[in-house]
């Protein structure tokens, strides 16, 4: 079956700009959690969605938003950027969500902030 | 506060030998603990899960342990190849909720 997907693979903005990142799960799976990873800080739990319903959240300022469709495809939104918000976006999808299941990470969108 | 630490240091070892990761956490109390694999630009892979209630999870050439007195989980490749050269990260669930807190990982190298 096919994995999680997302789009774009890479994308370069300028400091102040938004961005848009999709996620789309896998087949079946209703729980879409993002995940911020760069060298400093490593991976970082940015929110999780279920069902279309934000379950958790993480340590990260109002400038990063997200949402989860009926079909459950996900997007994140990033608002007046940073240079500290280059980073790989991760997204994970799961059946329920991670609390004791599996989880797949699809390969991730490179944002460079300049 | 809540931490998860890994070696920094790569782990270099010769091919055929058994890779031993440490994991160690303060002030959580998860009730599993995950294993994954992460290669250069390419997104986590999930290796393997144990929970709070098992000393012990083995998969193929792989081995966990979870000693939650000591606060420590230790990951184990037996018969070492260069593939599995990689950088391995270990995951802990912080509110027994749908969220997981990643190590920043200890990168392996396996020599030939």
């Known amino acids: 079956k096919a994995g999680v997907t997302q789009t774009p693979r890479y994308l370069i903005k300028t400091r102040g700009q938004q961005v848009t990142l999709s996620c789309s799960p896998i087949?079946?799976?209703?729980?879409v959690s993002w995940y911020q990873q760069t060298p400093g800080q490593g991976l970082q739990f940015l929110f999780e969605?279920?069902?279309?319903?934000?379950?958790n959240k993480g340590n990260f300022p109002g400038r990063f938003s997200g949402r989860q469709f009926s079909n459950s495809r996900s997007e994140m939104n990033v608002s007046t950027l940073e240079l500290g918000d280059s980073a790989l976006y991760l997204c994970?999808?799961?059946?329920?969500?991670?609390?004791?299941?599996?989880?797949?990470f699809g390969e991730g969108s490179w944002l460079t902030v300049v | 506060s809540q931490k998860i630490e890994q070696n920094s240091e790569a782990l270099n070892i010769q091919e055929g030998k058994t890779a031993t990761l440490t994991c160690n956490y303060t002030?959580?109390?998860?009730?599993?603990l995950q294993w994954y694999r992460q290669d250069p630009g390419r997104g986590p892979v999930f290796l393997l899960l144990?929970?709070?209630?098992?000393k012990e999870k083995r998969k193929e050439r792989l081995k966990v342990t979870f000693d939650t007195t000591l606060k420590q989980s230790l990951f184990h490749i037996t018969a070492s190849q260069p593939a599995d050269s990689a950088t391995y990260l270990c995951?802990?669930?912080?509110?027994?909720?749908?969220?997981?807190?990643f190590g920043k990982g200890t990168s392996l190298l396996v020599t030939p």
């Open positions: 994970a999808s799961s059946k329920e969500g991670s609390s004791g299941n599996t989880i797949y």
């Open positions: 087949s079946g799976h209703r729980s």
């Open positions: 969605y279920f069902s279309e319903t934000q379950r």
């Open positions: 002030n959580y109390s998860p009730a599993y």
């Open positions: 144990i929970r709070e209630n098992e």
């Open positions: 995951a802990l669930d912080p509110h027994r909720g749908y969220a997981l807190n």
